[in-house]
């Protein structure tokens, strides 16, 4: 081949100059996809999927495969800027980044003199791997209000878990004979979790899936369970019920290991799978043989999910209800079952490591409350990481317990919020308002100061995959003034004078101290750009029956069916000790009169393979793959009674307001559904979903239970 041959097919080689550099893809999925990047002259010109990389194994989707266009993105920001004109009205001057660090300093050490340390929050939106280094900043200065999207996605399932089990757990898809997949569609969410559930199924594992839609993982089922959205604790229950009546349960494991097994079971056997199916829709058939397919499996896994389950008004009850079953059948800590894993950042942990006392270099005793912990007094019981952002508002608008007066936030967005307008209004009574983005958003638009970040292909990560860590390095330079998070975090802790010896040692440093008894160092790491296996000799496991010699970390020490610590709280409303279903505070049952006039179930954000909350929308390879834009996917059932057509503009509307989109009539919404995805500024459903439309327990938006109406429109042109 010439050179101009080789260099038009792109191939790595002396003669084209180009090199492949190893890097990750952190668009999305928490465990990220390894690339291999072809360089020519300091830019990307190709992009592969590593083959080998331990979650992608090679493996490249429609936004991985679009990284040259969100990276080159004509709306990267560019250097640091502060505000000139008036707040949102867009005006900013670039400055230095000395400039800007010397603001941050001056504004953040200003309100912690006058206000207190607790006045400046630390936010950060779906964004994960500076979230170590943040919240030991945010400790560090003294705030217990660093914040996440915790306040909307996983938190509220781990909180449950809690609840039952007294800690968190994964599902042992690699053993199991069965797979209970409650709410989760991996085939389009997580490249690792769907390569093991097709492992699984391909050894011959049952599967069944609850999901009131058709997806790629419930056509792989053997039970698919299409319930209303919502009534999954309904649901659980009228399987508990089987199992029970059925004598389907592990009995040594109930009588020894379990807490108010007698109570449940009286709750439980008023839920026949008759009623179950009344609430659900789902047959009584169906959830009999579900029950049974999942209590007669030697080793039943529950692949439980971070967001569907909890995007409820009853979420933690409901998934209260689920874990039940594991409790029932004996499926913890067991072999197939539910398996615990060491603690360690974002993956389970197969080695002794200390991110957990990084990341919490004070506890939280030491520090005043943090935001939400007296609307939602549970999160101070079970979840250890931090505050609830859904409580945010409120607390800056009455000042009350104290005031809060400062943000630095990270990849932050408000419009991931139910009613977003009143999150922003909220923060515009703040004294000052800073953050970094890759893109001007319009948070940041609102800010006194933006700082501009770079991508994950312009940056250093450590993670953590299971059997495996990387600390990846840049491939190409932070385009433009971009800096890495985790640099600018580093930086500004220096600077702030907090006299960490680990922020002050730098990023290697943190890493260091991470992984410390590992005795597995950074520069030890840079050797593996495909990520090292841990080594045999410090992997660590939990034993299986652990919990025989250990007992539970809840307060009866045993699998609470009874909850004590919900039983604290005994005037609060939906804080029941039993997992008492309630239904949706908005649905057909609980709201006639509402569904009378808003007569469909309105369910938002279940996933779309190419989209990521609001980071692909406007590129060009995802513009083509959605021409609709937003669309409303309805049922051509409901779509024909409504005169609807496909592809009709419709105004989707609720008592809080509407927009206007395409419909897209599919069989994949069950009748009397409809699915929308978020994230599009143009088309915010969320502006749609009242602020207070809330779990009581964890406080977590109902984004898939409310109820709209859906019409056509004549004229005009949809919101897209
Ligand atoms: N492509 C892509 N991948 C992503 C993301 C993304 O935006 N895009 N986001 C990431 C994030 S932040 C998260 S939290 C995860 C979520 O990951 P998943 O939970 O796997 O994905 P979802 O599509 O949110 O929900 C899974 C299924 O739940 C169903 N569902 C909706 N309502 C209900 C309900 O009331 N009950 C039950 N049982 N099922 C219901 C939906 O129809 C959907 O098929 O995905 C992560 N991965
Ligand atoms: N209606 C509805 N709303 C939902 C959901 C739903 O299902 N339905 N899902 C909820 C869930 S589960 C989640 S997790 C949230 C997610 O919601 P968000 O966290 O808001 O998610 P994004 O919009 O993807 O990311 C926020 C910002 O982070 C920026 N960003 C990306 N990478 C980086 C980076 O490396 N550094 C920095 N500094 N910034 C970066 C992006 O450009 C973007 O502007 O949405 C929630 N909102
Ligand atoms: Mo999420």
């Known amino acids: 081949m010439t050179t101009e041959e080789l260099m038009n097919a792109k191939i790595a080689c002396p003669e084209t100059g180009i090199e492949i550099h190893k890097s990750i893809c952190a668009i999305c999925d928490p465990q990220h996809c390894g690339l291999d990047l072809y360089i020519k002259d300091g830019k990307i010109i190709k992009v592969e999927g590593n083959r080998e990389h331990p979650n ?130 991996p085939y389009y969410t997580g490249v690792g979790d769907g390569k093991g559930l097709t492992k699984a199924i391909e050894r011959g594992a049952k599967l069944i899936v609850v999901d009131p839609r058709i997806t790629p993982t419930t056509k792989k089922a053997d039970i698919h369970l299409r319930l209303r959205p919502g009534t999954d604790g309904a649901l659980a229950l009228g399987m508990a019920n089987v199992i029970i009546r059925e004598n389907l349960i592990d009995r040594e494991f109930v009588e020894n290991y379990t807490h108010g097994y007698p109570q449940f079971k009286e709750y439980v056997m008023t839920f026949p799978p008759e009623r179950a199916a009344q609430i659900t829709g789902v047959s009584p058939d169906l959830i009999c043989c579900a029950a049974r397919m999942y209590a007669r499996a030697k080793g039943a896994a529950i692949m439980a999910s971070a967001s569907p389950v909890v995007h409820h008004t ?60 007296e609307r939602f007094p549970v999160w101070g019981d079970t979840a250890d990481d931090d505050a609830q952002g859904m409580a945010i508002p409120d607390q800056i608008l009455s000042g009350k317990p104290y005031p809060l007066k400062a943000i630095l936030a990270f990849g932050f967005n408000y419009r991931m919020y139910p009613d977003p307008e009143k999150y922003l209004q909220s923060l515009l009574k703040l004294d000052f308002l800073a953050g970094t983005d890759l893109f001007m958003t319009d948070t940041l638009r609102y800010m006194d100061l933006i700082l501009p970040a770079c991508s994950s292909v312009e940056r250093s990560e450590l993670h953590f995959y299971g059997s495996h860590i990387m600390l990846s390095q840049p491939a190409i330079q932070p385009l433009y003034q971009s800096r890495s998070d985790s640099d600018i975090i580093i930086d500004l802790a220096q600077r702030l004078g907090l006299k960490d010896p680990l922020f002050d040692g730098g990023f290697d440093a943190c890493v260091n101290y991470m992984l410390e008894p590992s005795g597995i160092t950074a520069d030890e790491l840079r050797n593996y750009p495909n990520a090292m296996p841990v080594p045999e000799n410090i992997m660590k496991f939990v034993p299986h029956e652990h919990f025989k010699s250990c007992g539970f970390h809840t307060p009866s020490g045993k699998l609470e069916f009874w909850s004590e610590v919900l039983a604290k709280y005994p ?150």
């Open 571 to 720: 005037n609060r409303e939906g804080f029941d000790p039993l997992p008492v279903y309630r239904e949706p505070k908005r649905s057909p049952l609980s709201t006639p009169d509402l569904y009378h006039e808003y007569d469909l179930v309105f369910d938002t954000g279940s996933r779309k393979p190419m989209l990521v909350h609001s980071r692909m929308y406007g590129l060009p390879w995802v513009n083509v793959m959605l021409p609709r834009g937003t669309t409303c996917d309805i049922n051509p059932a409901d779509a024909k009674a409504r005169g609807i057509n496909d592809g009709d503009r419709v105004r989707v509307s609720t008592p809080e307001g509407s927009i206007e989109v395409i419909a897209e009539l599919t069989e994949t919404s069950l009748p009397g559904v409809v699915h929308l995805f978020h994230g599009n500024r143009k088309a915010d459903v969320n502006r749609l979903i009242p602020g207070g439309y809330c779990d009581p327990i964890s406080g977590f938006p109902g984004f898939k239970s409310s109820l709209c109406r859906v019409e056509k429109v004549k004229e005009g042109k949809a919101d897209e």
């Open 314 to 373: 009853n979420g933690v009850q409901n998934y209260r209800a689920i874990y039940s079953l594991a409790g029932l059948t004996g499926n913890f800590n067991r072999s197939g079952g539910q398996i615990l894993a060491l603690p360690c950042f974002m993956a389970p942990g197969l080695f002794e490591n200390q991110c957990a006392e990084f990341d919490t270099p004070v506890t939280w005793e030491e520090l005043p409350p943090r935001v939400g912990l």
């Open 56 to 185: 992608n194994e090679g493996s490249l989707c429609a936004k991985g495969a679009s990284t040259r266009q969100y990276v080159y993105s004509e709306r990267r920001l560019k250097t640091p800027m502060k505000r000139v004109g008036k707040r949102g009205e867009g005006k900013f001057q670039p400055i230095s980044w000395e400039e800007a660090m010397d603001i941050l300093v001056q504004k953040l050490n200003g309100c912690k003199e006058k206000y207190g340390p607790e006045s400046v929050m630390f936010a950060c939106g779906f964004s994960k791997f500076f979230r170590p280094y943040l919240k030991r900043l945010s400790l560090l200065f003294g705030s217990p209000n660093y914040f996440t999207e915790g306040g909307v996605c996983s938190t509220a399932n781990t909180i449950a878990q809690k609840l039952v089990f007294g800690t968190g757990t994964g599902a042992d898809t690699a053993n199991a004979a069965c797979i209970l997949v409650w709410s989760r569609n």
